[in-house]
């Protein structure tokens, strides 16, 4: 099989919620380490389902620093997040509800310490959103170019500028179902 996000047979069954798989693929020398084009290990992809077992089997071997908070602030410094952000991740809620829309309804933010690095076409990005209602192809991502959130649709391959973290988080119902209807494109 081939896989387009350049992922990994272990990721693989990370996002297929195969723990057996996962714990084998690793006891025959699977790197757990290698991300996949957008950033996904299999950690993350544990953590993003839900999957708290997988989550700590594979975060206990996963290098310590990847999961202490001081080294997390030292990579992403130079992301230039906004405080408020920062603030955000780190205390929630990370489950955004707007049920009064019709397209999107919900989207989960991930976590600061799990905030995923990602390069698009030589674009250093972070990966901000774990899950999305009904639309799984779609990335919410910080830009620090231009201190601002854009998204990316990977069905089309399509980047395009959303919002500032203060508008977006203000009624992010608004902008994940303007996302989805194309009002943001350029």
Request: charged share 30%; glycine share 4%; net charge negative.
């Amino acid at each position: 099989m081939v896989f387009p996000y350049a992922s990994t047979p272990v990721t693989e069954a990370a996002r297929h919620n195969d723990f057996p798989m996962v714990r084998w693929l690793v006891e025959q020398g699977a790197d757990i380490t290698i991300p996949d084009k957008y950033g996904d290990r299999p950690y993350t992809v544990a953590v993003q389902n839900k999957n708290q077992e997988m989550a700590a089997y594979l975060k206990a071997l996963e290098p310590e620093e990847w999961h202490n908070e001081q080294e997390k602030a030292r990579q992403l410094m130079p992301y230039k997040l906004p405080a408020k952000l920062v603030e955000y991740l780190k205390t929630g809620p990370l489950r955004l509800e707007f049920p009064e829309w019709e397209l999107v309804k919900w989207a989960e933010l991930y976590p600061y310490m799990n905030v995923q690095e990602m390069t698009w076409k030589r674009k250093k990005l972070l990966s901000l959103m774990a899950k999305m209602d009904n639309y799984s192809d779609y990335l919410l991502l910080w830009s620090p170019r231009d201190k601002k959130l854009w998204y990316l649709d990977i069905e089309h391959e399509e980047f395009h500028p959303l919002a500032k973290w203060e508008a977006f988080i203000a009624d992010p119902g608004k902008y994940l179902n303007g996302m989805i209807e194309g009002e943001f494109e350029e």
